[in-house]
């Protein structure tokens, strides 16, 4: 168990019988009543995210996440296939698991797979991955506009806004985060 007081951005815990990250907390004392913990949860399960507030020393379960490095081989129909690289086992995990990371993923990237005694969370891409740019319009000399930017399609099928020097052909580095342009690689 761990106090709600202990809450820190990442943190991974048990509550209503579900698996939640901390992804944000403010610790609160107002001037009447009793002090409280007001925090933003997303649940690992099924990517909803929920704002709860915790009374000031409240207790929860915590979660004890492995983070296993593994390397993505291929997509088998409507699974995607990954490989632990010490044991050389595959694990299959279904796409509608994996909506938002299929944006950046692409075959033989590291990544890391969440589990949670034995249940298999969810995966965890890099903080950057670098993606090829498979269809932008070219860049009109003369249009340098400050912030000025161009829709871009990359390898993943994933489109973002882009500067307008990007051209098609160009290898950029993508925050998977934020799924935004960060440089050309």
Known sequence: ????????????????????RVLDFQHVKPGKGAAFVRSKLKNLRTGATQEKTF???EKVGRAQIDNNKMQFLYADGDSYVFMDNNT?????????????????????MPVS??????????????KTVELEVTETEPGIKGDTASGASKSATLETGVTLQV????????????????????SRA
Do not use: C, H
């Not at 050389?88 to 033989?108: A, M, R, S, T, V």
């Not at 797979?113 to 890099?126: A, D, F, N, R, S």
């Not at 500067?163 to 960060?182: A, I, K, R």
């Open 163 to 182: 500067p307008l020097f990007v051209n098609q052909g160009d290898m950029l580095v993508v925050n998977t985060e934020e799924g935004s342009y960060v």
């Open 88 to 108: 050389y086992e595959q694990l299959e995990i279904p796409g509608d698991q994996l909506e938002y990371e299929l944006k950046f993923l692409k075959e033989n």
């Open 55 to 57: 009374r000031a020393g």
């Open 1 to 20: 168990m761990i106090s709600v007081n202990d809450f820190k951005t990442g943190l991974t815990v048990e509550v209503d019988g579900g698996i939640w």
């Open 113 to 126: 797979i969440m589990m949670y005694e034995g249940e298999t969370l969810g995966v965890e891409l890099p």
